[in-house]
């Protein structure tokens, strides 16, 4: 991570906006289809909130808006992203966990599982943001929610996804999702551009 000057990006108009607004938060809510992702889940066993995390992480990659992050009113720009998730610890309170996002499904869910778990048992947060554009996500799973808005504490500015329960209709499965971002990050086209990539990469599972 390194601090870089906002004229040298292409976000100095959103940062001369938005970097002092009393609320620069946004908040887009979408359905996506996730039968894919379910479906490829039950074939290979593997976590639903895994696949969404590593999902999220593929989305968000090639959108270079994800790689700058304003800190206070600083702008500091990353070379890599991590998917944060909210583990359920062995005391019933709940920790954080940073996972480093690798292309490699093998290697994310290894990752996933190794740290989720250390959070679990050690009952300790795992905290990537010196190294690495986080983007949070929470997986209210005891309900079905239509969406969710955030509250911006001033402190985290990062990106950020809520899911509940998905549903199922038929033969498919839905799933409500609510993306939080700030506007220096990035412009509602860039958010929009992130939500289809996340329903394209479900599709290809």
């Known amino acids: 991570m390194k601090e870089i000057q906002p004229e040298d990006t292409s976000r100095l108009t959103a ?6 607004a009393p609320n ?16 490829f889940g039950k074939r290979k066993k593997l ?4 696949l969404m995390d590593y999902c999220i992480g593929k989305a968000a990659e090639n959108v270079k808006e994800f790689y700058i992050l ?29 996972i480093a996002f690798s292309s490699s499904l093998e290697e994310f869910n290894e990752n996933y599982l190794k740290y989720t778990s250390e959070c679990a ?20 799973t005891n309900t079905e929610i239509d969406g969710a ?4 504490s001033g402190i985290f500015n990062n990106p950020f996804m809520i899911w509940g329960r998905y549903r199922k209709k038929i033969f498919r499965y839905y799933l409500p999702v609510s993306f939080q971002f700030h506007h220096t990050q990035m412009d509602g ?4 551009q992130f939500l289809e990539n996340l329903q394209n990469e479900i599709n290809k599972l």
């Open 15 to 20: 940062y001369k906006l938005w970097i002092k």
């Open 121 to 140: 048992e050690n009952c300790r947060d795992i905290d990537l943001s010196a190294e690495s554009m986080v983007i949070g996500t929470s997986a209210v």
């Open 149 to 152: 808005v955030g509250i911006y």
């Open 47 to 50: 976590k639903f909130n895994m």
């Open 24 to 39: 620069p938060m946004v908040t887009f809510i979408k359905t996506l289809n996730v039968t894919k992702l379910v479906k």
């Open 189 to 192: 086209i860039h958010a929009g």
């Open 70 to 98: 304003p800190v206070g009113n600083k702008l500091i720009q990353y070379d890599k992203i991590a998917v944060n998730t909210i583990v359920k610890n062995q005391n019933g309170d709940i920790n954080s966990c940073d």
